[in-house]
T-cell receptor, first 118, second 117 residues
Framework: EAGVAQSPRYKIIEKRQSVAFWCNPISGHATLYWYQQILGQGPKLLIQFQNNGVVDDSQLPKDRFSAERLKGVDSTLKIQPAKLEDSAVYLC????????????????FGAGTRLSVL | AQSVAQPEDQVNVAEGNPLTVKCTYSVSGNPYLFWYVQYPNRGLQFLLKYITGDNLVKGSYGFEAEFNKSQTSFHLKKPSALVSDSALYFCAVRGPDRGSTLGRLYFGRGTQLTVWP
C-alpha cells in the first residue's frame, strides 16, 4: 500500500513570498490533515478535511494560510505571504474515516515538507 | 482542555537495557492515547494506541505502553533497547469526538531517545 505522498520535500523562500505544498493521501482515506511542526515542538493541527469539506480549521491562520481539497483526494496548503515564523515542517496525514464511534482511526503521515523562510 | 506532557526532552540508554519514555495526559472524557515515532527526515510512524481494554498495550517493533488511569500516564516501554530504536518519540491524545476539536490529536513536545552500543 502506498503511503501519504508530499511534495516538495524542501523549500526555501524569502519572507513575503508565497509557497504551496501538495499532499496525496492513502487511497480510500476520507480524512486528511495538515500539521505544522516547529523545531522542538510536537505537530500542531492546522486543518482537517472530511472528503472535500473542512471540519476543523480553528488553528489555521486564515489571513495568510489557505488549503483546499477540491475533489476529496489530494490537497494543497498555501502560505501567502510567508513570515519568518512559518519556518517549520508541514506534515500531511490521512485516516480511513473521521469517526467510527471508537476512535480507532489511525493517522498515517507523509514525510513532510521542510520550509525555511529567510 | 486536552494536553500531553513528555517530561524528558532526552532519554539515553545502553543497548540491551530496558527503556521507558514517559507521557502524562489531560483530557475530558475517555482517553484515546497514541505513540508515534519519527526518524530523521521522515514523517511520524504509528507505534501503538490505547482505546479501551487491557492497560498494557503492545505495538510495533517490540514496544509496549502501560496505561495508568489514576496517574493519567501512558509510558512507552521496551524490554531490550536496540541502537535502531534511536529516534524522536511523540505521545498524543485524541480530543473528544464533538465540538470544534472533533477528534483532533494533541501531541507532546517529543522525547529524543538515544540508544548507544
Amino acid at each position: 500500500e502506498a503511503g501519504v505522498a508530499q511534495s516538495p520535500r524542501y523549500k526555501i523562500i524569502e519572507k513575503r513570498q508565497s509557497v504551496a505544498f501538495w499532499c496525496n493521501p492513502i487511497s480510500g482515506h476520507a480524512t486528511l490533515y495538515w500539521y505544522q511542526q516547529i523545531l522542538g515542538q510536537g505537530p500542531k493541527l492546522l486543518i482537517q478535511f472530511q472528503n472535500n469539506g473542512v471540519v476543523d480549521d480553528s488553528q489555521l491562520p486564515k489571513d495568510r494560510f489557505s488549503a483546499e481539497r477540491l475533489k476529496g483526494v489530494d490537497s494543497t496548503l498555501k502560505i501567502q505571504p510567508a513570515k519568518l515564523e512559518d519556518s517549520a515542517v508541514y506534515l500531511c496525514a490521512s485516516s480511513l474515516r473521521r469517526l467510527d464511534g471508537s476512535a480507532k482511526n489511525i493517522q498515517y503521515f507523509g514525510a513532510g515538507t521542510r520550509l525555511s523562510v529567510l | 482542555a486536552q494536553s500531553v506532557a513528555q517530561p524528558e526532552d532526552q532519554v539515553n540508554v545502553a543497548e540491551g537495557n530496558p527503556l521507558t519514555v514517559k507521557c502524562t495526559y489531560s483530557v475530558s472524557g475517555n482517553p484515546y492515547l497514541f505513540w508515534y515515532v519519527q526518524y530523521p527526515n521522515r514523517g511520524l510512524q504509528f507505534l501503538l494506541k490505547y482505546i479501551t481494554g487491557d492497560n498494557l498495550v503492545k505495538g510495533s517493533y517490540g514496544f509496549e505502553a502501560e496505561f495508568n488511569k489514576s496517574q493519567t500516564s501512558f509510558h512507552l516501554k521496551k524490554p531490550s533497547a536496540l541502537v535502531s530504536d534511536s529516534a524522536l518519540y511523540f505521545c498524543a491524545v485524541r480530543g473528544p469526538d464533538r465540538g470544534s476539536t472533533l477528534g483532533r490529536l494533541y501531541f507532546g513536545r517529543g522525547t529524543q531517545l538515544t540508544v548507544w552500543p
